[in-house]
């Protein structure tokens, strides 16, 4: 089973995101987020629609893995 199945809305965009900006090793609000997956997907996504997908990322993905460099909110 998809990890992806039961996950909030945004979730698989925001871990892809976040997985980028790790390897650029940049950090960015919210805010930027939401305007580079909504210009990426072609629509437009509230910034603060990201706090769920964010939890889901660092609870489910980041912790369990100890992916330190892509932990949201630490």
Known sequence: M???KDAPKNSRAVFE????????????TYGEIAVAIGNEEGRKIAAVSLKSPLGF????????EAYLGLMPLR
């Open 2 to 4: 998809s990890i992806w």
């Open 17 to 28: 995101y976040l997985k980028l900006l790790a390897k650029r090793m940049r950090v960015e």
């Open 57 to 64: 990322v660092r609870d489910n993905i980041c912790r369990p």
